[in-house]
């Protein structure tokens, strides 16, 4: 559980470096 999750933040912070802030925003809003 703590590994997926470390991954999926991991993936968050990648897009969010690519500077796709909106598809990560909708990706946790869709998630959560």
């Known amino acids: 559980m703590l ?18 802030k909106t598809f990560s925003r909708k990706l946790l809003n869709n998630e959560y």
């Open 3 to 20: 590994k997926v999750g470390f991954k999926v933040s991991e993936t968050v912070e990648k897009l969010i470096k690519r500077g796709s």
